[in-house]
């Protein structure tokens, strides 16, 4: 018999999730035919296959040991690089300012080097994460943002952190604002724009369309333009909405694509003139919580942003505080 005592990072879930966790061994019929048998009962009583585990939890297995054997440690993310910088850490998350270029994670052409590989080395170096201590949790990324944007991420340490997050997010509890530099100025100094998105997966792009059909979705882009030169606009943007490359497509289709942007501008005119990536960055992080945070209470009302952004200092020479303070 196996013995497993819930922790806090597998509070939540599913009694068939965490047994297929912790017993990699153990083929997913098998699984559930020893919960229906009262082989696998929680707090000695039996349970449901999609029961909720609390911590604390005492989860009995009578299974054989085999199924639970773990193959050696080999940890992917020891292979990750070491840069990473890290704008503000506690005990429950992480913000970091990922480099333009760098995946946040694994894709079919990259599986080590990623953002969340670096984050969980740089955790556990530090000792503060080990993967021997979790039946399940990994330190994990709250937000995304493309390959070749740059900027504020939000990893949590903890499972209860990753909630959290997640829930805030969703709520638009948390303020996201990007800067951009596209080309042209636009007319109005501000604005509020909408549009249909439509996301074509083979070509790895999205259309925007005039009207709402079934097959688009809504976004809402606002900007705000902060500088201009050489026909050039810095602007501040904020997503009212979430959805894939909205930025880059939303202002290439007013006339005002990103500099340096491959997909939806002209990156080959744009190279000559020393642009060889897109300048698009995610640069201010605010958490404004309208309810309860729990353990992340601590962090409300709290800014973060990179003061350092590469195209606001190489067309304006300025720094970010320089800039968004501007009325």
Not at 13 to 24: E, G, T, Y
Not at 44 to 59: P, Y
Not at 92 to 118: C, F, M
Not at 203 to 224: C, E, H, P, S
Request: glycine share 6%; hydrophobic share 35%.
């Amino acid at each position: 018999m196996k013995v497993l005592t819930v922790t806090k990072n597998d509070a939540g879930q599913r009694l068939d999730k965490f047994i297929s966790k912790a017993a990699p061994q153990l083929p997913p019929a098998l699984l559930y035919k020893n919960i229906r048998l009262k082989n696998i009962k929680v707090n000695g009583k039996r349970a449901q296959i999609n029961t909720r585990l609390c911590e604390n939890d005492v989860v009995s297995a009578y299974l054989p040991d085999d199924f639970f054997a773990k193959m050696p440690p080999h940890y992917d993310f020891l292979r990750a690089g070491d840069q990473l910088t890290v704008v503000y850490e506690d005990e429950n998350i992480l913000l970091a300012d990922k480099p333009q270029g760098l995946l946040v994670h694994p894709d079919k052409n990259e599986y080590s080097d990623t953002l969340i590989g670096r984050i969980q080395k740089y955790l556990y170096k530090k000792g503060c994460y080990n993967p021997e201590d979790e039946n399940a949790f990994h330190p994990a990324l709250a937000n995304r943002i493309d390959r070749n944007t740059g900027g504020l991420v939000i990893a949590a340490k903890n499972a209860r952190a990753l909630r959290i997050l997640c829930d805030k997010i969703k709520s638009r509890e948390i303020d996201k604002r990007y800067l951009a530099l596209v080309h042209g100025i636009p007319d109005k100094k501000e604005a509020t724009l909408t549009g249909y998105l439509e996301k074509n997966e083979q070509k790895n792009k999205v259309f925007l369309q005039k009207q709402k059909t079934a097959d688009n979705r809504t976004i809402v882009t606002r900007y705000r333009v902060l500088k201009a030169k050489n026909n050039m606009a810095l602007l501040e943007i904020e997503l009212l909405t979430g959805r894939t490359h909205q930025i880059r497509a939303h202002m290439a289709s007013i006339g005002h694509p990103l500099v340096g942007d491959g997909k939806y501008g002209t990156l080959a005119a744009d190279k000559k003139n020393g642009f060889s990536r897109q300048a698009l960055y995610s640069y201010s992080l605010q958490f404004c919580f309208k309810e309860d945070a729990d353990i992340l209470n601590n962090l409300n009302g709290q800014r973060f942003c990179v003061d350092d952004v590469w195209f606001a200092r190489q067309i304006f020479g300025v720094r970010v505080a320089d800039l968004i303070h501007q009325p």
